[in-house]
């Protein structure tokens, strides 16, 4: 497999997912929390992610298929999507919106926010669901599935990480610093994801 392509697979997922931008939210989720209580809920969190991510990596293609979408039109719509994602990103609308979930739903989540709203939507949201389709659909075979598997198990290591990080790392960076790497992913995902339009566009018949 291509280095190149599992560099990719690699950045869109982790822009997408943005586990940098998840760690001050779990902090807040977890706020109170015994240590053992908080790395709890974010194991939880990231195995029911993972599982989520699996399912649509795995019966995405066939469900769009069963539903007369095609796999063209359906990286042009995730593409779309993804660009959307990108421009919450840069202009700081997608963070305010993550916040009033997690702020929202933190009274009632006190005892365990690991499902809702950690795994979904925080975590496995609908861009990342997306994008595990669209990944998954560019190659063919078992080969290329359990690569884009392993590279999304990645990220999600990353997140585990950070998560288990969260409070020294909200300190460093703070609020300003994670704007600004925010902004930096959301302009390689609009990239990402203009590319991922393309790449749509040219398997239909209209480029053919």
Known sequence: MDPAYTITAF????????????????LALTRGMPPARSRQVARRALITAAALLTLFGLAGDSILHGIGISIPA???????????TALDMLFERRTER?????????????????????????????GALATMILLTSQ???????LLIEAVMLAVLAVAAA?????????RALGRT??????RLLGMLLAALAIQFILDGLADTALFR
């Open 11 to 26: 950045v869109t997922l982790f822009v997408v997912m943005d586990p940098i931008g998840l760690a001050p939210l779990f």
């Open 98 to 126: 993550r916040e009033g979930t997690a702020g929202a739903q933190e009274i009632h989540t006190a005892d365990d926010p690991s499902v809702f709203p950690l795994a979904t939507p925080l975590i496995a949201g609908p």
């Open 139 to 145: 190659g063919s075979g078992w080969g290329h599935f």
């Open 177 to 182: 610093g994670i704007m600004v790497v925010t």
């Open 162 to 170: 950070l998560f288990w990080l969260a409070a020294p790392l909200g």
């Open 74 to 84: 359906f990286r042009i719509a995730g593409g779309v999507l993804l660009f959307l």
